[in-house]
């Protein structure tokens, strides 16, 4: 029997229009995620701490050989040549936890986020809580020229999606939930809560609804507040105020810092997964690629040791004070090799303390040729825009150098920088560093958002209002005569039946009803179509969302609609189909690829006036059934 032709228990209920058009699909379902992002939230603010005090104990242990848990820098070790080891051990340490405890370890976190999200339906296993923040935190310990903030948003992640799975939740709460504890963990670290949930929808959620940004929130201020207590209050990186306009040289300046900040992200993007594929081609399995790559840490912490370590310090130096030529080029290129190499030989260790490091380097040497705008004007700059370029978030490279400084003036410097920065970064590749080692483990993922076009558009500019119905009095062989091709439209393959006042009575498919004429034989004169019609269907309603209508077929399975009169639900307007709705898709193509000239200019007639030119309107008909006899 046709699909079409089966019967479901009820018709879908009449609801209030303002009920259908609603703007917000949140339901009370959302109180109860709250709540639990707010636990979220404060777990994931012990855990930053646990990890960063992680961290300065395996430096303390690693470059001065003592139980410490302040956090220092490895630069100033006495271990001379010595030093070049320890980044090796460090990373032959992640290589076995990797091999031997989970290879989702291995990254800076944020891509394998993405995939729990996409891929895993939010479900991250126990052990990664426990080994990620432990191998990032040797890593890092061990010299490696990584941030924390990888590690904790793929552990607060983690640990967000533990407390997910222990209730029955949809997938859809999961995520919400893993990308409360991502947020609530970065929140913590940098003491930046607002950024926190931007990067949380920029990079994460791949949606902007209530349902989900409420509980992020909520989380990320909950482990900001929770940072006052054990870790402090912000900003990380304070600085004084700088002036609050700088004018148009000042703004031609930014523009400049955006443009080779988004050159710069490109080729940190790209430096880093030609190193991926060099380690690829190595005939070593990958759990010794990250010892290789620590050899390469060690050899430039030998000729340059602030490159060594999550380099909060010298970020902190570079924004208060003029550094030298040295000490920006050191920064700028040692940094970025041993950054590119470890990164890309699968090591444990986060993206944003790089990049920032990197961005404001270059920012210090462009501070030597532009406008002086007070110390450090230029590297903030120029860190929000490579942090913008690199990750694809401009939003997030905008607040997030805000609210490190807590320097409110350069919220204009930042915006042309940041989206000069995405601009030359979207025109110019295809995918972000972020993205990237998705795609090269065969997914795709789109970063751009839009409104489908079945949401805004209703039933009624889609379905087809001239169908053939059929009587409800008629026989299976009259029937059976007016669905003939030459009878009826083209493409209809489901007919409404209508009593004599033309309201419906039910639907019969073109299949079942051939099958029903072809098993009844001599009584196909005497049956009726009401006798075998469908008269219990699932319809559409003319004023209808789009989306609506599509979710009803997903959940009935039927491809076929009658559409109703909300007014009078008996009054049959038309039909609408799957084929329908893809008309409606196309409709959003062509108004994005169609190209027209919509006002024109024209010049004063020289010769007298044009003739008069008449315009004729044509009513469009109205919307009919056409019942066969």
């Not at 959302?30 to 404060?42: D, M, N, R």
């Not at 603010?45 to 050989?65: C, E, K, P, S």
């Not at 040729?369 to 490279?397: D, I, K, Q, R, Y």
């Amino acid at each position: 029997m046709n699909k079409d032709s089966l019967a479901l228990p009820s018709r879908p209920k009449k609801k209030k229009r303002s009920e259908e058009l609603g703007d917000f699909t949140v339901t009370p379902r959302v109180i109860p995620i709250a709540l639990l992002a707010i636990l979220i939230g404060f777990i994931a603010a012990f855990v930053a701490w646990a990890l960063l005090r992680l961290i300065g104990f395996f430096t303390n242990l690693f470059y001065y050989q003592r139980i410490d848990f302040a956090m220092t820098s490895p630069a100033q070790n006495h271990l001379g040549a010595y030093a070049v080891a320890v980044p090796v051990i460090g990373a032959i340490i992640v290589g076995l936890m990797a091999r031997y405890g989970s290879e989702r370890i291995r990254g800076h976190g944020i891509p394998e986020a993405i995939e729990s999200i996409l891929m895993s339906g939010s479900r991250v296993a126990p052990k990664l809580a426990v080994l990620k923040p432990v191998s990032a935190a040797i890593s890092i310990g061990s010299g490696g020229p990584f941030g924390a903030e990888g590690p904790i948003i793929m552990t607060g992640g983690a640990f967000g999606s533990l407390i997910a799975q222990f209730f029955h939740l949809t997938s859809a709460e999961r995520k919400t939930l893993l990308v409360a504890g991502a947020a609530a963990g970065m929140s913590a670290v940098f003491a930046t809560p607002v950024a926190a949930v931007l990067l949380a929808v920029e990079l994460l959620l791949f949606e902007w609804k209530p349902r989900s940004v409420l509980p992020v929130a909520l989380a990320s201020a909950t482990a900001g507040a929770a940072r006052r207590y054990i870790l402090g209050l912000g900003p990380l990186f304070p600085t004084p105020p700088h002036p609050a306009f700088i004018g148009p040289s000042g703004l031609l300046g930014c523009a400049l810092v955006g443009l080779m900040a988004g050159a710069l992200s490109a080729v940190l993007t790209l430096g880093v997964y030609a190193a991926e594929d060099i380690f690829h081609r190595l005939p070593l399995h990958w759990m010794w690629w990250p010892a290789i790559g620590g050899l390469i840490v060690g050899i430039g912490g030998l000729i340059f040791p602030p490159c060594l370590g999550v380099g909060y310090g010298n970020i902190g130096l570079l924004l208060k004070e003029p550094a030298t030529i040295h000490f920006l080029l050191g920064l700028l290129i040692v940094k970025s090799i041993v950054w590119i190499a470890s990164l890309g030989s699968g090591t444990s260790g986060g993206v944003v303390a790089p990049i920032l490091m990197i961005g404001a380097s270059l920012g210090g040497l462009e501070a030597l040729f532009l406008p002086h705008f007070g110390n450090g004007f230029w590297e903030l700059v120029s860190m929000g825009a490579t942090m913008a370029g690199t990750m694809a978030c401009p939003f997030t490279g905008v607040v997030f150098a805000v609210e490190l400084t807590h320097d409110f003036n350069m919220m204009m410097p930042l915006l042309i920088s940041c989206f000069l920065s995405y601009f030359l970064i979207v025109l110019t590749m295809k995918r972000s560093i972020l993205t990237e080692k998705i795609a090269r483990r065969g997914y795709h993922l789109s970063r751009e958002y839009a409104i489908d076009p079945l949401e805004i558009l209703f039933t009624r500019e889609v379905m087809r209002p001239n169908v053939v119905a059929l009587p409800a009095d008629a026989t299976l062989e009259q029937a059976r005569e007016m669905i003939r091709p030459a009878q009826r439209p083209r493409g209809q393959h489901l007919f409404p039946v209508v009593d004599e006042q033309k309201h419906l009575v039910g639907v019969v498919s073109r299949n079942h009803l051939i099958k029903a004429f072809e098993e009844a034989q001599s009584s196909a004169s005497h049956i009726k179509l009401r006798e075998i019609a469908n008269t219990n269907p699932v319809v559409a309603f003319a004023d209808e969302p789009l989306r609506v209508v599509v979710y009803r077929m997903v959940e009935t399975g039927f491809t076929r609609f009658p559409v109703m009169d909300r007014e009078d639900e008996k009054r049959v307007l038309g039909m609408v189909s799957l084929d329908d709705l893809l008309r409606a898709r196309s409709r959003s193509l062509e108004e994005e690829r169609a190209r027209e000239r919509v006002l024109r200019l024209r010049m004063p007639a020289l010769r007298g006036p044009r003739p008069e030119q008449k315009i004729t309107v044509t009513e469009e008909s109205d919307l009919h059934i056409q019942t066969g006899n």
